[in-house]
């Protein structure tokens, strides 16, 4: 979402300083329960959240949206106090008297380029529960990687020293949100080091998509349902009768349309399309792919993303007979990507050049399975007069009906012609393309299947 031309960052900025003035208050109150200081018999609780106008500050909006409890709110500003007000954790540098060193149970670190109170997992189970251990449990649920903050990469957890427990790790807020409670500008996971994917979008319509009408009929059906599919789950209680989500196989050649078709899929329905780099997923130790792609669809949990998984014989592949560790790891992987792809509530493609290379028991549990073929002629006229359309002229010899009759070409092999065309047409300070041009740009591309164009 975007808060920009909503809010300015003077709201937003009055509403953090709000929250941080109610961290400084809950702090001081469990330091005073916990040691029975004066005024100890009150609890951190009763002290008033504050009240945020959701139309006067992203972060009032924010967690409104969220619908954040008090416990999740304070983890929220918690994590926030490092960047915006430091000093409001100082107070948990005090010393144990009786072991001469800081409490063991306020958690933090410290680091040597900065000199504050950085708070960790124990330092917010020490606000919460350090009084009332009944509700450890909801801390351990806040900093989950299924919670919403661990999906939304809301948090950054990091450990000045490796080997350490979980609770022992920083938590802090990620700089891309505290950017987006400041100046409401869009939060994007891409922008996260290391996150394995990225949005694609196209500068195409819907009616620029030549398909065959079996296709087509196929992906309308994928449309319908990303259009009425929350209506269909919840409305008419089809939640009852079928898993959540939507799981579909694109299959063919290169440069039939499959990427296309998701991107504009995303398009028409207003959805961010995400697809997953899997040079940034696959990894050679155990455990690692499974933790890489497990974070895109945590995150994606919580978004109304389209996952698209390019090249998806790679992760989806068939299993074989384990006979070595290597094998057993990978059957396994196969079947923790089941799992995910089952329990998924968003819709996610997987494209790949080879259905027979696909497990079988994915294509069973997926609801389509759609083939792009080459195009017939009708179709292939059709996606040369579209590459052609207001980019340039052609010269009298060129037919594009005998074209598209003559040469079995995809899409995407026409778009590679058409960029051909016009950057020798440009170089030879011509506006137009002639028929040799065409042919020269054909014969490249038929070159790299090993065929060859017909000439006469």
């Known amino acids: 979402?975007?808060?920009r031309g909503l809010h300015d960052e003077a709201g937003n900025l009055a509403a953090l300083m709000a929250e941080l003035d109610w961290l400084d208050a809950v702090v001081a109150q469990s330091i005073a329960s916990y040691l029975k200081h004066a005024g100890h018999e009150r609890h951190w609780e009763s002290i008033p959240m504050p009240r945020h106008d959701p139309g006067t500050s992203i972060y009032g909006r924010q967690i409104e949206h969220w619908r954040l409890d008090?416990?999740?709110?304070l983890a929220l500003v918690l994590a926030m106090a490092p960047h915006l007000r430091p000093e409001s954790l100082d107070v948990l540098f005090g010393i144990n008297a009786a072991t001469q060193r800081g409490f063991t149970e306020f958690g933090g670190q410290t680091d040597g380029s900065f000199s504050g109170f950085l708070p960790t997992g124990q330092t917010l189970m020490f606000l919460i529960a350090g009084s009332r251990p009944q509700w450890r449990a909801s801390v351990f649920h806040i900093l989950s990687s299924q919670h919403r903050f661990g999906a939304e990469q809301v948090f950054q957890y990091a450990s000045v020293q490796d080997c350490v427990p979980g609770l022992a790790k920083v938590l802090m807020l990620s700089d891309q949100w505290l950017h987006y409670f400041i100046n409401g500008e869009k939060v994007r996971p891409e922008l996260e080091r290391g996150f394995p994917a990225m949005p694609i979008a196209t500068p195409l319509a819907w009616h620029d998509l030549v398909l065959g009408h079996a296709v087509m009929s196929q992906v309308a059906e994928i449309r319908a349902w990303l259009t009425h599919g929350h209506a269909l789950m919840h409305g008419w209680g089809l939640a009852n009768k079928v898993t959540p989500g939507y799981r579909a196989v694109f299959y063919g050649p290169p440069g039939t349309g499959k990427t296309l078709t998701a991107a504009l899929l995303g398009k028409v329905t207003d959805r961010e399309v995400y697809r997953v780099d899997l040079s940034m997923v696959v990894s050679k130790y155990i455990g690692e792919t499974e933790k890489n792609l497990g974070r895109v669809f945590d995150v994606a949990s919580y978004k109304d993303w389209i996952l698209f998984f390019d090249e998806a014989d790679a992760l989806f592949g068939k299993r074989t007979q384990a006979v070595s560790a290597n094998d057993?790891?990978?059957?396994?992987?196969?079947?923790?990507?089941?799992q995910r792809i089952e329990e998924f509530p968003g819709t996610v493609i997987l494209a790949t050049n080879l259905r027979a290379n696909m497990d079988e028991a994915f294509t069973r549990r997926f609801q389509s399975m759609v083939h792009f073929t080459i195009p017939?002629?009708?179709?292939?006229?059709?996606?040369?007069?579209?590459?052609?359309?207001?980019v340039c002229e052609l010269a009298?010899?060129?037919?594009?009906?005998?074209?598209?009759?003559?040469?079995?070409?995809?899409?995407?092999?026409?778009?590679?012609?058409?960029?051909?065309?016009?950057?020798t047409a440009i170089s030879q300070g011509r506006r137009h393309v002639c028929r040799d041009d065409i042919l020269t740009g054909i014969r490249r591309e038929f070159r790299k299947d090993g065929r060859s164009v017909k000439m006469d």
């Open 70 to 73: 008090r416990f999740e709110r």
């Open 1 to 3: 979402m975007d808060g």
């Open 376 to 390: 017939e002629a009708p179709q292939r006229l059709a996606l040369w007069r579209n590459a052609f359309d207001g």
């Open 328 to 338: 057993r790891h990978a059957n396994q992987q196969t079947g923790y990507l089941l």
């Open 396 to 423: 009298p010899d060129v037919s594009l009906e005998r074209l598209a009759e003559e040469h079995e070409l995809a899409g995407g092999a026409i778009v590679n012609v058409l960029r051909y065309c016009t950057l």
